[in-house]
């Protein structure tokens, strides 16, 4: 019986190490390279007048606002009342404007003639701008060495300003201190 026993347990152990491991597990990306567009300007545009204003506002949000950091011409492009669904900031003008300006300390870029954001994709339906985004992060555990991924705002225009915001941003993890600093 016990011999018996012991051969069930090592062929289940064989079986279980034979198993593929789950995908988080592997740890490096299988997927092909995101690639930007060669001229990210070029995609703000559309024959369709209102898509066309919603576009063009949106590439004033990525340029001026987030590439350049001109948070003094942020009511330019955006209204009074910008809901914000990014858990970092605050919804409203001023909201966003303080997240920028006195949290995250971003400080205005002396020139901001052009796109350098690589941007993949921008699709507009309605109200609605997409703009997807190249992103590239480090592989965990293995240094210097990176991968790319896909990062995405969207807005809802209201008159040619965008009245409200969604990216995929997630509140920071919370930092444990190491046992022996712990109060």
């Known amino acids: ?22 995908a988080a597990a592997q740890m490096r990306p299988l997927s092909d390279p995101v690639v930007a567009h060669p001229d990210p300007e070029s995609l703000f545009t559309s024959a369709d007048p209102q898509l066309h204003r919603n576009k063009q506002a949106a590439l004033h949000i990525m340029r001026e606002l987030l590439q350049c950091n001109q948070w003094s011409r942020a009511g330019e492009w955006l209204t009074d009342r910008y809901i914000q669904h990014n858990p970092l900031a605050a919804s409203g003008l001023e909201g966003v404007i303080n997240y920028f300006v006195n949290i995250a300390k971003r400080q205005p ?3 901001c003639d052009r796109l350098t954001t690589p941007v993949v994709a921008v699709q507009a339906e309605g109200d609605f701008v997409t703009v997807l985004m190249q992103r590239e992060l480090p592989v965990p555990g293995i240094e210097g060495e990176t991968y790319t991924t896909t990062w995405f705002d ?7 300003k965008a009245d409200e915001h969604w990216d995929p941003a997630t509140l920071p993890p919370v930092q444990t201190p190491p046992a022996g600093e712990r109060g």
Do not use: C
């Open 1 to 22: 019986m016990k011999r018996t026993l012991a051969l069930v347990t090592a062929a289940a152990t064989m079986l279980a190490l034979a198993a593929p491991l789950p």
């Open 109 to 111: 870029t002396p020139t």
């Open 154 to 160: 969207t807005w809802r225009f209201v008159d040619g």
